[in-house]
């Protein structure tokens, strides 16, 4: 093996040991975060700790499957497996698969298992965008309307409007951030950028306009002391957790928000939880693990024997770092509030098996063995 292979198949490990730390990191957190709405909703502390293990279970499983595949697999079955996944989004609209309970349409029930979708087009979009992109030269990619470019925006207009209809905000956005950042590297103009800048502007203006809920988002996330008990309530409790851990954190297993105060102590908002109980210290930590991520994931893609393992391997760690970047931004009154998982940390299956496999698809690229 040479040494370009070792260096790369050393980040691919790196890369392992930095989502082990970060699982463990979330296993941790979760048990105290849980342990208020475990008890009161289904009289077990550990009834979320509990599915979350079988989450992580099945995605080391699937992520092991993915090891034993050859990457070219997923550039041949792109398009299949966009199509699949997005027929399975479209499912979420039909009554009697919707999960019970859920106000938004992005859950459908399979058995005994509850399944997001739109999570899994954080694996399958990225590889279409970056099969397309591979198929063309740098000239092709350049052209403002060229074949590639066309296509881009219209699969990504298409899923906009899936997802926006569900609605998922923040998975829209992640992906939208993700795949720009896959053309950029594959050559993306100025003027493509601009004209691609102004299309996602109109549309998102129009969005607005037909769903006053967003604006007032926007509206509450600039001042939400107009309305502490309503629209601001959520990023008010949010930053009063996060002030209150000061610099150390007031204890693992402490916190006064996850007694039914701050809204999602488990899922969207485990970031606050964290800030109050480990601290700045805690928070600095997890932001660190997260820029080593994003830092090996861009070393991997560099390394990559193929246009479409590069463009495929910045997809997924955009994917996932965006994602925890918007969460933390939310979390912090950076961004306005829009609800997506920690990845690794937040409870939430789907988003954990779609982790855990764009890992395992990471590692394997940086193997270069398939």
């Not at 040494?3 to 979760?30: C, E, K, P």
């Not at 105060?261 to 693990?289: K, M, N």
């Not at 955009?318 to 950076?334: D, E, P, S, W």
């Amino acid at each position: 093996m040479s040494l370009y292979n070792f260096h790369s198949s050393q980040w691919g490990h790196s890369l392992l040991i930095v989502s082990s730390i970060l699982l463990v990191t979330g296993m941790i957190s979760l048990i105290s975060a849980s342990a208020v709405i475990g008890i009161q909703k289904h009289n077990d502390v550990f009834y979320f700790v509990k599915k979350q293990l079988l989450g992580i279970l099945l995605g080391a499983l699937l992520g092991y499957i993915v090891l034993k595949m050859p990457v070219r697999f997923w550039q041949k079955t792109s398009s299949f497996l966009l199509i699949i996944n997005i027929i399975l989004i479209i499912l979420c609209f039909v009554p009697s698969l919707q999960a019970p309970g859920a106000a938004a349409r992005r859950w459908i029930k399979l058995g005994p298992f509850t399944v997001q979708p739109s999570e899994f087009l954080k694996i399958t979009y990225s590889a279409f965008v970056a099969s397309l992109l591979a198929k063309f030269s740098l000239e092709e990619r350049r052209k403002v309307w060229g074949i590639p470019f066309i296509i881009f925006i219209f699969s990504l207009a298409v899923i906009s409007g899936i997802i926006l209809k569900q609605p998922s905000t923040g998975t829209l956005f992640t992906l939208v951030t993700a795949s720009i950042a896959m053309y950029l590297a594959a050559g993306m103009t100025p003027v493509q950028l601009l004209s691609l800048a102004l299309i996602v502007a109109i549309g998102g203006f129009y969005v607005v306009q037909k769903t006053p809920y967003r604006l007032e988002r926007i509206i509450y996330f600039m001042s939400p002391e107009k309305d502490p008990l309503g629209k601001g309530y959520h990023i008010l409790q949010s930053l009063l957790g996060i002030g209150s851990g000061g610099l150390w954190g007031v204890g693992w297993g402490r916190s006064v928000q996850k007694f039914n105060y701050l809204p999602e102590s488990h899922t969207d908002a485990i970031f606050a939880i964290i800030a109050e109980e480990f601290g700045f210290i805690g928070s600095v930590f997890i932001l660190f693990l997260f820029l080593m991520l994003f830092s090996l994931g861009l070393k991997i893609a560099r390394s990559a024997r193929t246009k479409f393992e590069t463009f495929f391997a910045i997809g997924l760690i955009c994917n996932i770092c965006i994602q925890a970047l918007i969460n933390i931004g939310v979390m912090t009154g950076v961004f306005p509030f829009t609800g997506v998982p920690l990845p690794f940390i937040s409870y939430g299956g789907s988003a954990m098996i779609t982790t855990l496999v764009s890992v395992a698809l990471l590692y394997k690229i940086a193997l270069k063995r398939g």
